[in-house]
T-cell receptor
């Protein structure tokens, strides 16, 4: 089954404790992206990747890191989480040349206390 | 950079009525305009899209229209049903490099009352 998976789905952590949210897709998509969703602000892009070893900042990259060492995985790293990073996070991927057809993962609800 | 504005932020209609959601974009180079539906507690899913060389596209009860000159596009849902209740996001694809990027509007919460 073609899908985008994220882990964990829910996470409660404390300020400053490094964490990683994994994202994996089995559709051989080149393009992958991370978004955060906050009430009234819609989906805001954090980072995206056009292909392996190619990443770029989105609209709200501060406080986040990503890596793309292999095509299927695109982890999101929070080196020192803060309460303003409490949010719902979505990973997405799309076929080459069809960025508008993004397949979203199930979401990760992160709470930083 | 590209900016996508979406209105209204909330919309309530009676079952069977039509619903219209409007978006404007700023970058005339944008060339694809998808719409995503997000049901409560679920992930966004693509429901329809339109490219910049097409003025209108229909798929059963939903349609999208695009006015390139005015840089706005709209989602039309006819004969609304309770299962249409969701948050709808418009987006614009900005051509950057070889593939482009997707900029989303802030979303419209549609409520269809039975």
């Amino acid at each position: 089954e073609a899908q985008v998976t994220q882990n964990p789905r829910y996470l409660i952590t404390v300020t400053g404790k490094k964490l990683t949210v994994t994202c994996s897709q089995n559709m051989n998509h080149e393009y992958m992206s991370w978004y955060r969703q906050d009430p009234g602000l819609g989906l805001r892009q954090i980072y995206y990747s056009m292909n392996v070893e190619v990443t770029d900042k989105g609209d709200v990259p501060e406080g986040y890191k990503v890596s793309r060492k292999e095509k299927r995985n695109f982890p999101l790293i929070l080196e020192s989480p803060s309460p303003n990073q409490t949010s719902l996070y979505f990973c997405a991927s799309s076929p080459p040349w069809r960025v508008h057809e993004q397949y979203f993962g199930p979401g990760t609800r992160l709470t930083v206390t | 950079g590209e900016n996508v504005e979406q209105h209204p932020s909330t919309l309530s209609v009676q079952e069977g009525d039509s619903a219209v959601i409007k978006c404007t974009y700023s970058d005339s180079a944008s060339n694809y305009f998808p719409w995503y539906k997000q049901e409560l507690g679920k992930r966004p899913q693509l429901i329809i899209d339109i490219r910049s060389n097409v003025g209108e596209k229909k798929d059963q009860r939903i349609a999208v229209t695009l006015n390139k000159t005015a840089k706005h596009f709209s989602l039309h849902i006819t004969e609304t049903q309770p299962e249409d209740s969701a948050v709808y996001f418009c987006a614009a694809r900005v051509q950057e490099g070889s593939q482009g990027n997707l900029i989303f509007g802030k979303g419209t919460k549609l409520s269809v009352k039975p």
